[in-house]
Nanobody
Framework: QVRLVESGGGLVQAGGSLRLACTASVSISSLGWYRQAPEKQRELVARVLSSGVTQYGDSVKGRFTISRDNAKNTVDLQMNLLKPEDTAVYYC?????????WGQGTQVTVSS
């Protein structure tokens, strides 16, 4: 069974930084962060494969950085230059044997 446990998030002013962390219960090839704002669809923020290949959503390129530690099954998301439009619930997500898994979500709120 795959469990994804998230930490981090909170309230920050525009221009500030936050760091999110996620720990997976098993070794997973594809780990990433997604977000969902009210009345919007869940979207990719960033994901990283075990090979180190990364993919970012267009709106966060140059501001967010994803990193992982394969030995610890963790993936972190460093978020800089945060904007009010980054406000959302952030979910750690993974694909394991063809199935998607999600963490419980953590709220990120950016005030203007």
């Amino acid at each position: 069974q795959v469990r994804l446990v998230e930490s981090g998030g909170g309230l920050v002013q525009a221009g500030g930084s936050l760091r999110l962390a996620c720990t997976a219960s098993v070794s997973i090839s594809s780990l990433g962060w997604y977000r969902q704002a009210p009345e919007k669809q869940r979207e990719l923020v960033a994901r990283v494969l075990s090979s180190g290949v990364t993919q970012y959503g267009d709106s966060v390129k140059g501001r967010f950085t994803i990193s992982r530690d394969n030995a610890k099954n963790t993936v972190d998301l460093q978020m800089n230059l945060l904007k009010p439009e980054d406000t959302a619930v952030y979910y750690c997500g993974a694909i394991f044997i063809g199935r998607p898994y999600w963490g419980q979500g953590t709220q990120v709120t950016v005030s203007s």
